[in-house]
């Protein structure tokens, strides 16, 4: 016992000398070699810090990490260290028998590297290895490769095999893997050139790692090359081979190929399947995905976890939730769901896309083993259906459990989230973290945060994160171009634009798509003929999704010939969204009447079907022109076409009633409406405010389910205004001023109406000072306001305030104007404005214009000149601008001119009990009794009945 103490001492002492003092560098690392073969590896993949000098380094305090496996190297002596190096030139080869039994000692134990691979005990091996004269010794050496590459240290692999000067078939293997692991897949392609080159040969391992390098590069050609190899050999009859074909055809995008070397396998295993099954899902064909994992369980072929993955991930793309719980259940037979980490994220993935979140949550909660994928499926499939704070609940949660951290990954999925429901409190927490985090470097995560601050128009935060970029992508270009756009800073997105073409003038589809929609005035229109034409330079002109966005723009622009051209050019291309934006974009520009020509174009196409989209933009259309009996029969389209369920179309046909005046209709519609929401509430509430039913306005009002939104105030309260109780006003208002909506400008241009049609001439006032930043609306109110109350010298004072502090007038400002000086008699300043509205402040005057100026001369008495300006007019005059003058008639008792505008006014409006009313009762004044009862009689005749007038009283109860 003494003398192996004593032993195991002097070799302790004697190894502890030898590996620090007589271990010499080694050569150095072949550079050129490495670079030459993996260019891309080379900066990080070859060697780690300590290798920068030497690629087998010198190990301080070696002994220490080898005593401890003293028992295992007890065999070494210190005579072993004594044998001289052998040269490769004297190499044996491999098939030669080595009686010396210390070899094999160390293959055993460089072998039993590889299991649990580093650089320590590579280095070791290596060491002893050259000691005893082993490396010479084919499997030894090509073991000692495989440990190093295995331990990331490619470059002292390459430096190995280049001394190895008697290589066979299995070196080459080895190296050509190594490659391969190490992520250098053409410096395996290179190496199996060189080893064909000197006549070595090659074996099916050869050509399937070789293969393997083909399907990372997407090099189909160079697969096909093998292929060919491998069927001149005859070593196709191997079905590793076969799978790894399979494999590079699926991954190169041939399916077709991939699925003609499946079917030609006489002997598939589990691989195979599972090649051809996630082939088939890569190259997005899911339904035959799932047919042959139907096809493989018919041949009784037990599935594993990648069977599975697959098979779960193709139901879910389909939406195969059925299919998808009996794969969920055959993976719990088979003791699949919760210890393989892939299919429960694909069951997580599953749940989530078909709706089930809480069965995916369920799921997530069972896996013993989560990684990120885990989380970041998880956050996502709360994301995607509606639960937000259920996503960042679990970004928090994932936090705190250590084991798994979150990633790039994690932050991309919030990101979207938080510009999506516009929360920018929580997307800048996120800002926070990436950069506690050191993740706000990386591009795309910048990309995703200028994205949500876009989103947000918060455009200062964006703009810094797009100027500190240090290197930008197209995306990042993009994504700041459309920000503008959408943002509406035309001139900043288009000035954007022109300094990418000088950075990067072969610019995407996505960029000419981010800046289309910057082009939204006649003014803009040259630069949008101009992207137009950079579009078809680049080849985008067949591209639907362009031409859809160029329609958009000329829409947008008023050049509509040109629209239509592009539509016309396009018919067989074009597709349902292409039909859409003409219809929509005619509709948000006020070309009613162009879309609904546009859908009747689209109807007799048998290959277009119309969709929610387009009867939503055609019965606002038929709304706005109160075309009743055509909004009625597209109810009906869309009741048979089942698209009356629609949430949104529903809601079209609420305002589309309520435009009519045909309140009941609105209602019927609105209480058989399954899902309603805040805008369907908002849509009735206007649609009763509309029609002068403020009462029933109040009550659904008072009734709301949901938190109203600045809509729903602005409907409200013009019911308010129409009552003219005050009371009510004042509560909306508290209302208002509770939810901090009072700075919108409708708001306040609304309340400015209810107090002064209220008789609150003072708290209008009051409110109109108050407002910080006054839009055009808040102006036009109380110009009225002060009209309606007689006071016009002040009207005229505040319009003029209001062009000095550079608000643009629009044609509501000089109704609200002209207005005042007619119920202030002020004829002459009424008249200048008139006829100075479009030479000073560019507004064409329209039939509310004309119905004020008849209004004034009539309420003046000057019922000759107001006839004169009717007949002067350039267009053909409204039955409005007639009867403002045959109620100035009434007003001043002239039968005579009262009875020949009546008359033009029955043959415009036969069906307005009103002219009639006003023409008898001018009878009555002028003492002509027969002729107004002859006049009341003929609307008995003709069955038309004037409204009830009624009186209301606020007696505080409902």
Not at 108 to 130: E, R
Not at 278 to 288: A, I, M, T
Not at 312 to 322: D, N, V
Not at 627 to 645: C, D, P, V
Request: glycine share 6%; with cysteine; aromatic share 10%.
């Amino acid at each position: 016992m003494r003398s192996r103490a004593v032993k195991a001492n002097i070799t302790g002492t004697f190894l502890h000398r030898f590996f620090s003092f007589c271990i010499r560098p080694i050569k150095q690392t072949s550079n050129t070699f490495l670079h030459q073969f993996c260019p891309q590896r080379s900066s990080r993949c070859p060697t780690n810090n300590v290798h920068q000098q030497h690629v087998y380094p010198i190990l301080p305090n070696i002994s220490s990490l080898l005593i401890p496996k003293a028992n295992n190297l007890f065999w070494l002596r210190s005579s072993y260290f004594s044998s001289a190096l052998q040269p490769f030139e004297e190499t044996s080869q491999r098939d030669r028998l080595v009686q010396d039994a210390r070899f094999y000692s160390v293959l055993d134990f460089i072998k039993s590297s590889t299991v649990v691979p580093n650089i320590v005990t590579a280095c070791i091996g290596h060491c002893i290895a050259l000691k005893i004269g082993s490396l010479a010794h084919l499997p030894i050496s090509t073991s000692l490769l495989t440990v190093y590459s295995r331990a990331r240290d490619f470059g002292s692999s390459l430096a190995l095999f280049d001394e190895i000067h008697n290589r066979d078939v299995i070196i080459w293997n080895a190296m050509i893997t190594a490659s391969v692991e190490n992520g250098c897949s053409s410096a395996a392609i290179s190496s199996f050139m060189e080893m064909t080159e000197e006549g070595t040969g090659f074996d099916s391992t050869t050509l399937l790692v070789v293969t393997l390098a083909s399907s990372h590069m997407n090099n189909l050609r160079q697969g096909q090359a093998l292929h060919g190899l491998g069927f001149k050999a005859g070593m196709l009859l191997e079905s590793i081979l076969c799978n790894a074909l399979t494999d590079m055809y699926a991954k190169c995008g041939d399916l077709s190929s991939s699925e003609r070397v499946f079917s030609w396998m006489e002997c598939r295993d589990i691989i195979s399947w599972n090649s051809i099954i996630s082939g088939c899902l890569y190259n997005n064909r899911p339904e035959k995905s799932l047919m042959y994992f139907k096809e493989m369980a018919f041949f009784g072929e037990r599935a594993d976890s990648v069977s599975l993955s697959s098979a779960i991930s193709a139901s879910s793309c389909l939406g195969e939730l059925i299919f998808g719980q009996i794969i969920h259940g055959w993976g719990i037979k088979l003791g699949y769901e919760n210890s393989h980490i892939s299919v429960a994220n694909s069951l997580n993935s599953l749940y989530s896309h078909c709706g089930e979140i809480e069965a995916a949550e369920t799921v997530f909660r069972e896996m013993i083993y989560k990684d990120a994928v885990s989380w970041n499926a998880m956050i996502e499939g709360f994301g995607s259906n509606g639960k937000i704070s259920e996503a960042f609940h679990h970004f928090h949660e994932m936090q705190i459990a250590w084991s798994v951290q979150p990633d790039k990954v994690t932050i991309i999925t919030l990101i979207p989230l938080c510009a999506e429901k516009m929360l920018l409190r929580e997307g800048r927490t996120i800002h926070g973290f990436t950069i506690r985090r050191q993740m706000g470097s990386d591009l795309s995560v910048k990309n995703c945060l200028m994205s949500m601050y876009l989103r947000c128009n918060r455009l200062t935060e964006a703009e810094l994160l797009f100027s500190s970029m240090i290197e930008r992508d197209l995306v990042s270009w993009n994504t700041m171009i459309s920000g503008y756009s959408q943002n509406g800073y035309s001139g900043e997105a288009q000035d954007l634009f022109r300094e990418l073409l000088r950075y990067n003038p072969k610019c995407s589809l996505s960029t000419l798509l981010a800046v289309l929609p910057s082009c939204d005035s006649y003014e803009s229109l040259h630069f949008g003929k101009s992207i137009h034409c950079w579009q078809l330079k680049l080849g985008f002109s067949d591209d639907i999704l362009a031409v859809n966005a160029l329609m958009y723009m000329h829409i947008h622009c008023g050049d509509m010939k040109a629209a239509f051209s592009l539509l016309q050019r396009n018919f067989v291309a074009a597709d349902i969204a292409s039909w859409n934006t003409v219809i929509a974009g005619c509709t948000q520009k006020g070309h009613f009447q162009e879309a609904l020509n546009t859908f009747s174009l689209m109807r007799q196409e048998t290959h277009i079907s119309h969709d929610s989209v387009t009867l939503v933009n055609v019965i606002s259309a038929c709304g706005n022109l109160e075309l009743f009996s055509e909004g009625k029969s597209l109810h009906g389209l869309a009741l048979k076409s089942l698209m009356g369920s629609d949430t949104r179309v529903q809601n079209a046909l609420i305002s589309m009633y309520g435009r009519c005046g045909d309140t009941d209709s609105a209602r019927s519609v609105f209480d058989a409406c399954p899902n309603r929401n805040l805008c369907s509430c908002n849509c009735m509430i206007s649609a009763f405010s509309q029609n002068k039913d403020a009462r029933r306005a109040l009550e659904l009002f008072c009734a709301l389910e949901y938190e109203p939104d600045e809509i729903t105030f602005v409907g409200i309260l013009s019911a308010c205004t129409q009552l003219g109780v005050l009371r009510y006003g004042k509560e909306i208002h508290g209302h208002v001023l509770r939810l901090g909506f009072q700075e919108n400008p409708f708001i306040s241009a609304t309340l400015l109406d209810m107090y002064s049609n209220c008789g609150r001439l003072d708290i209008s006032i009051q409110i109109f000072k108050n407002i910080q930043e006054k839009s055009v609306a808040a102006w036009n109110s109380m110009i009225s306001a002060y009209g309606y109350h007689g006071n016009g010298k002040k009207a005229i004072e505040t319009f003029q305030e209001m062009i000095k502090e550079g608000t643009v007038a629009t044609k509501s400002t000089f109704i609200s104007l002209l207005s005042a000086c007619s119920h202030s008699g002020l004829l002459d300043e009424g008249i200048w404005y008139y006829d100075h509205m479009f030479e000073e402040y560019g507004v064409e005057p329209l039939t509310e214009h004309h119905i004020c100026m008849v209004d004034m001369l009539g309420r003046s008495g000057k019922l000759h000149q107001a006839y004169e300006f009717i007949k002067q007019m350039q267009t053909q005059p409204k039955p409005g601008v007639w009867g403002a003058l045959l109620s100035a008639c009434y007003y001043h008792g002239d039968l005579e001119m009262g009875k020949e505008v009546a008359k033009l006014l029955f043959e415009l409006e036969p069906e307005n009990v009103g002219y009639y009313i006003s023409l008898s009762n001018m009878y009555v004044s002028a003492g002509s009794w027969k002729d107004a009862v002859e006049l009341r009689n003929t609307v008995q005749t003709q069955r038309l009945k004037k409204p009830a007038g009624y009186s209301l009283v606020d007696v505080g109860l409902w």
